[in-house]
Every structure is written in structure tokens, then in C-alpha cells.
């Protein structure tokens, strides 16, 4: 597996929304009951999730938050970016029914410790076979990107010894972001590489979007 030739797609799209904006848009999502979703997480990374959530679906949920209006535009301006920028094919934006609002707060190990979503070939969470997984596309969006060489970012490293292996920064795949950064894990870098977020200097806010298979 090696760093040469993992293929990570990436764009960048022209107009972001400022971090005022991004308070206001986790406010926007909201329970069916009108009331707004609790962010989960812990004081390094708050989660904002809509779609269909993980948790829901571990318990056998199928109910379907929907996304604020500005969730759905900006998925369909990084489709838009991937496919004129990296000449990427890409379902349509209604497949990508998942979506996590992730702020990362300063911290110096590994925020979102390394991890392979669920696939097609591994449907498995907790340690469970589960009757749905994780499509094969996954797109991230960076909407605040925490700049200079000691930001926080995306690393992927390969599995040692067929297990998550401990980060490396040195031997990680970084991808190099600022506000707008666009990329796609698919194929190798999806199913294969662990991917999570280093700690930085100051705060990450991005956008993670999958689509949902049932089984
Ligand atoms: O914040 C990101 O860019 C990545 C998030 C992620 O990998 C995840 O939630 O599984």
C-alpha cells in the first residue's frame, strides 16, 4: 500500500461560509418534533449529524432527519467541484443521505482517532454485523481549515499488522487544506487506509457526507 500511489481526489470550492454561518446552520437541524439536535461528541470534536444517524440505525431506527437547505447546496457545489476539477464521477446528491457537522477544537493528539468506515465488505459496527453500512463514495468538505504546518487535518495511514496503527505524522498522508477544500476517500483510501484528524493549533470545522445502504 503504498503513499505513491493512493489516488485522493480534491477541489476546492469558491465561496465559503464563515464560522457565523456555521452556528447558525447546526441550529437548523432539527428533531421531526421541531426541537434542534444535541451535538454529540466530547470537548474536542462536536458532531452535528442529520440524514440518517449512526446511532438511530444501530438501534434499528429508519427515521430521516432532513437537511437544512444550505447542507444539500453545499454537497451539490463539492459534487459539482469534483467532477469539473478532478474529472471525478459521482452519484447524485440525493444518494448522500448522511451528514456530519464536525468542530474540531484545538488539541494535540489524534482528535478522531484512525478508523475505516464501514463498507460493503466489512459491515460491522461495535463489533456487530449490522444490516446497512456506509456507500463507497465519502466526501469531506473543510469549511474552516486550521492552517499552517501544524493544523489540524485529515491523515491517513496504512493498517499495521492488519490493525489501526498508532499516528505517525511524518509517515501520514496529509492532505493540505484550507477553507473550501474539497476531497473524496473512495477505493483504496476508503476501504483500505485508516483515515482520522490530527490535533492542531486552532479549530477545524468540516463536512462529512455518505450515503446509506440498507441491507
Ligand atoms: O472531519 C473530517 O474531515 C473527517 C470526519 C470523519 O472521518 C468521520 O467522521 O468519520
Known sequence: MSKNTLHIP???LDKIFNAQSLIALSDQIINSDGSP???VGTKARKVW???YRFE???KGERNFISFPKIITDICQKAISALT???GENIPSVDNFTNCIISQYNKGSNGILKYHIDMNKDHPYARGELRDFHWGEHIIGVVLHADLGKKGARLCLQPPENGRSPAFNYRAAIQIPEEDGTVFLLKGDARNKWFHGVKGGKGNRL???YRSVEFL
Do not use: F, R
Request: charged share 15%.
Open 49 to 51: 449529524e442529520s440524514g
Open 56 to 58: 438511530d440505525m444501530l
Open 37 to 39: 439536535i444535541t451535538p
Open 206 to 208: 468540516s463536512l462529512t
Open 10 to 12: 480534491t477541489a476546492k
Open 84 to 86: 469539473s476539477q478532478s
